[in-house]
């Protein structure tokens, strides 16, 4: 799977740093995500929220207290009380071997913030979270990817990969521009199960799925590249679980730790 093949070719191994490289750094900061790409992770993966005064940021939870020194939601504060947030001290006390001086205080990013900081060169795999809270989040998004040219005319194809738990999420997208990538994505509870008539269905809008890895089994894996979809676990940061689900057949993987996957993607 070298890294010339197409984003979007099945036979290409997509590494995609889950929340940037966030084994190593204060996820989704703009560190993370530099440290994401100089393991050469083939994406940032970034987790959108979205402010008060309607302004999308990276954060994986709606709640800031477990990622800053504050409490309350995004959606209740302005973007400037999001960025007077400190992002970065919790991981110097949670991982003291990991602590670096730089990620004390560092700021929660702004979307454009992090196009501007990794322009047209890097790729994002971006999600809508609880997008169901947020009524313009789609809107906003597909407008500010066609202002920092990131979609549309003359851009690789798959330089951005929407992903979503929300099926409607990914159609309000599908609608608005037709010409992205979509991944759905599935918590399973139990065994990773999924019908031929689900499969057919996600067709109609998805190149992909994205599951919890634990859940998978190689018939599962299967079945979905069978069906011509992508299959993305997440998070994956074993070794031997990156392994076995290549050999099973996935076409990329979330994971903390980018350099490890790439390793192994060397030794194949
Ligand atoms: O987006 C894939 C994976 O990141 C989903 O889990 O909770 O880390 O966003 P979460
Ligand atoms: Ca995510």
Redesign the pocket.
């Known amino acids: 799977s070298s890294k010339t093949t197409s984003l979007l070719s099945p036979n290409r191994i997509l590494n995609i740093a ?2 940037g490289a966030s084994a190593y750094a204060p996820e989704h900061t703009l560190l993370s995500y530099q440290i994401g790409e100089e393991l050469a992770a083939d994406y940032i ?1 970034i ?1 959108l929220q979205m402010t008060k005064d309607n302004i999308l940021v990276a954060m ?1 939870d709606g709640d800031v207290s477990r990622t800053t020194d504050h409490e309350g939601t995004v959606k209740n504060m302005l973007l400037e009380e999001v960025k007077v947030l400190d992002a970065g001290s919790w991981f110097n006390e949670q991982y003291p071997d990991l602590a670096e001086p730089a990620f004390r205080s560092i700021e929660i990013p702004t979307l454009e913030e992090i196009f501007q900081e990794f322009g047209t060169e890097a790729n994002y795999y971006i ?1 809508t979270k609880t997008p169901e809270q947020y009524p313009n989040m789609v809107e906003e998004l597909v407008a500010t990817l066609q202002e920092y040219h990131l979609t549309g005319e003359g851009v690789e194809e798959g330089k951005v990969i929407i ?1 979503s738990f929300s099926a409607e999420s990914l159609l309000e997208v599908h609608q608005l521009d037709p010409s992205i990538p979509l991944v759905q ?1 599935i918590h399973y509870s139990g065994k990773a199960q999924i019908s031929n008539k689900e499969l057919k269905e996600l067709k109609r809008y998805a190149v992909g799925l ?1 599951v919890n890895h634990t859940t998978l089994t190689k018939d599962y894996v299967k079945k979905v590249r069978n069906a011509g979809l992508l299959l993305h676990p ?2 994956v940061n074993d070794t031997e679980d990156m392994v076995r689900l290549l050999d099973w057949g996935v076409t990329g993987m ?1 994971t903390d730790y980018p350099d490890r996957l790439e390793e192994v993607l060397e030794e194949r």
């Open positions: 889950h929340r993966e987790d994986h999600e992903q994505l994205g997440f998070t979330f």
